[in-house]
């Protein structure tokens, strides 16, 4: 089923986010991670598209098209045009069509100064990819600011943008403070905006974990999430386990206020995937049952 009429059916959607391996890697420990993931049954599993439209590229549709077609799971391929042409961007959506994957995450993607595309910014690849097939459109958004625009009315202006351009849906940006979210979903909500817009949650479980990804996106940390992973930096079990609790509790308590979806980045990771979603199952469960 595609994802808008997942969002239809259901009141909460929820779903998992994958990496392709580097060409360094064995391809092999995606499939055995994919094999564990699938088995955890999300809504859909969506798969990035390399940073600077590198190399993994390839592998973005391939791994969304094995989701879908051999696991029977709806499979969402991540794409970026601030690096391909209109002629990248064909080949890419032909293939999509071909092997029936009909989800595209639009993105503009990371400035890194290889900037060779013939899109400046994400709305304008969604207008494209309209005439390409029939694709539901889903977009990326930022509650609290993208790294490049930190105000939100801005952000929100561009929300609208990609709504225009045929955004069907949303995921946000990691965040560990649920009420920088709300606050986010208030001001789309002043503009009648009404659409879903999942929480995308990242539960941390190493050190070097965060430093990486606050210094990407620039996250904020409240000062319980700082003290947890203070506390326990020298324990990678200890924080492993502060880390999946802080997601289970972050989860909890955005699937109690309504929202629409919530996006597991699981970094490959089944063991932590496994363990968030063996604690939300019930009441994810319980929500879609009064829907
Ligand atoms: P846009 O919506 O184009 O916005 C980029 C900036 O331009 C914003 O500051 C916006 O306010 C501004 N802007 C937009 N339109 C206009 C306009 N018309 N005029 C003036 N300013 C404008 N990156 C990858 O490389 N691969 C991935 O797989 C990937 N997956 C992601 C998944 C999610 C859920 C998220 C949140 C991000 C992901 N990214 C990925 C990162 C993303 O590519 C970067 O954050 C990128 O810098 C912005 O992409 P965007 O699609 O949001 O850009």
Excluded: W
């Amino acid at each position: 089923m595609n994802i808008r009429d997942k969002f239809k059916e259901k009141k909460l959607v929820f779903s998992f986010e994958v990496f392709p391996p580097k060409n360094t890697s064995p391809v092999k420990t995606i499939y055995k991670a994919l094999n564990d993931l699938v088995k955890l049954n999300p809504d859909f599993i969506s798969v990035t598209y390399g940073a600077g439209g590198s190399l993994t590229n390839n592998k973005t549709s391939e791994l969304a098209s094995l989701i879908k077609n051999v696991y029977g799971l709806e499979s969402l391929a991540h794409l970026t045009c601030i690096s391909s042409t209109k002629e990248d961007i064909d080949k890419l959506t032909e293939r999509l069509n071909l092997e029936e994957v009909n989800n595209i995450l639009a993105l503009r993607g990371d400035d890194l100064g290889n900037t060779r595309g013939d899109f400046s910014y994400a709305n304008e690849l969604m207008n494209y990819i309209k005439s390409k097939g029939d694709f539901n459109i889903i977009g990326a958004c930022y509650p609290e600011g993208h790294i490049d625009n930190k105000n939100i009315s801005l952000e929100v202006d561009n929300l609208e943008r990609k709504i225009e351009n045929g955004a069907t849906s949303f995921i946000s940006q990691l965040f560990f403070d649920n009420n920088a979210y709300y606050k986010f979903l208030e001001e789309v909500s002043k503009r009648n905006i009404d659409i879903p817009i999942q929480a995308g949650i990242m539960p941390v479980v190493n050190g070097k974990q965060i430093k990486r990804i606050t210094e990407l996106c620039k996250a904020s940390i409240p000062l319980k999430f700082r003290k947890i992973m203070e506390k326990y930096e020298g324990s990678p079990e200890a924080l492993r386990e502060a880390g999946i609790a802080y997601a289970v509790e972050q989860i909890i308590d955005l699937s109690s206020s309504d929202v629409s979806g919530i996006h597991l980045y699981t970094m490959n990771n089944p063991y932590v995937a496994k363990r968030i979603s063996e604690n939300i199952d019930t009441i994810i469960n319980e929500i879609n049952r009064r829907a």
